[in-house]
């Protein structure tokens, strides 16, 4: 058993939390983005977060070949970044520059609230993981404790 | 049997190595609390430290890991429990402090019989 692979686990869940949140400020900044380089108003973005594979077959099967690997896997990824297919918002500015020519401008539909709830939720699950970290960094240290 | 492998000092190295295991089924837990249909994983804590102290010591298996039964599960699958994993992790620090602490008075009094009482 290493206790330093409890590190990675909880390291891969922090990497993820952080790209939750930054996908969600980077919604909030957009809300009002008309324009973007694939033409279009901007998309609203979500993480798919992905267990990294560790059933008890690998678990038993590392196990038996080398047992300090054996719980080097099992953490969180984020397999992917999808856009929301939600149709945008349309509002009525004629004067707008990017105005269709019925005067309607395509905004992105980006609910504030939904994303404050969000960045709230990848807040505490990164608060959990980094107390997960500071329990491993504790025990290791009262195991060098023993040398004494 | 070796001076040093005295039957306290087995017992408490397979309770640190399993504690150890624990606590990283419980990041694990935590680590993967918003992935959906992700199930809680724990060992039987008693059964594998029964286990690991009874058998030889050169077999050694890994503990046998199941998920956790009769937790509720969120609409997307998913059934980690934050205030199970917290109480957990609490504990398995303490259950480390303390497997830890007598680990290392075993050695002092062994270190204690080598050298005579200091005499």
Known sequence: MNLFSLFQISGTALNAERLRAEVVTSNLANSETTRTPEGGPYQRHMVVFHSQPASSFHLLLTGSLARSSAAAAGGVEVSQVVADPAPALRRYEPGHPDADKDGYVAYPDINPVQEMVDLMGAQRAYELNASAVQAAKQMIQQSLQILK | ?119
């Open chain 2, 1 to 119: 049997m070796s001076l040093l492998d005295t039957p306290l000092v087995v017992a408490l190295s397979h309770s640190l190595d399993l504690i150890a295991q624990r606590q990283s089924l419980v990041s694990e837990n935590i680590a993967n609390i918003d992935t959906p249909g992700y199930h809680t994983r724990d060992i039987d804590f008693r059964q594998e430290l029964e286990r690991a102290t009874s058998l030889d010591q050169d077999v050694a298996r890994p503990p046998f890991v199941r998920e956790v039964p009769g937790l509720i599960e969120r609409p997307d699958g998913n059934n980690v429990s934050i205030d199970r994993e917290s109480l957990l992790m609490a504990q398995n620090q303490l259950q480390f402090q303390t497997a830890a602490q007598l680990l290392h008075s075993e050695f002092n009094r062994l270190q204690l019989a080598i050298t005579g009482g200091g005499q």
